[in-house]
């Protein structure tokens, strides 16, 4: 027996990933300050400062770089962005801001998000995907190891928690 699917040819509790446009910044937003607000101390960033940007800031964010969206029928699951980072080699790029909704995590939405960051960057050209996770963050860790990605042994303190460090994980493309 099958079972039936929805008229966009996925399964009812599937988990699927979008790529946002310019014209979703306002669900980016949304999302961005969930995360902030679920994670605080994994984030470079404070849901206080990135609240008080303003909408066009949230355009450029979207325009400017690869966000992705994780959701099924109950809304959004988690949201990943891809980018060029500055002062990076051109064939270099970056994934930020993954964070997955509590009620998703140790679903596999993790993987799928990581999953459509190194599909955009293989697009894109890069021979490397480059990451920073707090040392303290096992499962992303896991999640990360489970990837391909590995430390290149640098460190730097969290922008928001200068006590935090974190780690510099890479993934080689090619």
Request: proline share 6%.
């Amino acid at each position: 027996m099958t079972r039936a699917r929805w008229p966009d040819g996925t399964l009812p509790g599937m988990t699927t990933v979008r790529r946002l446009g310019e014209r979703d910044w306002a669900t980016a937003r949304a999302v961005r300050l969930d995360a902030l607000a679920d994670a605080p101390a994994a984030f470079g960033s404070s849901r206080a400062g990135e609240a008080a940007f303003e909408d066009e800031v949230w355009r450029s964010r979207v325009r400017g770089s690869a966000w992705f969206l994780a959701e099924d029928e109950g809304g959004p699951a988690g949201v990943v962005t891809g980018c060029a980072e500055p002062g990076a080699r051109p064939a270099e790029r970056a994934l930020v801001g993954l964070w997955v909704a509590p009620d998703h995590r140790g679903r596999g939405v993790g993987d799928q998000l990581v999953a459509a960051v190194t599909e955009w960057a293989r697009g894109e050209g890069a021979d490397v995907l480059v990451l920073w996770v707090t040392g303290y963050n096992d499962a992303a860790h896991g999640l990360y190891r489970r990837q391909g990605f590995r430390p290149t042994g640098r460190r730097l303190p969290l922008l928001s928690n200068p006590t935090v460090d974190q780690e510099q994980w890479a993934l080689r493309l090619g």
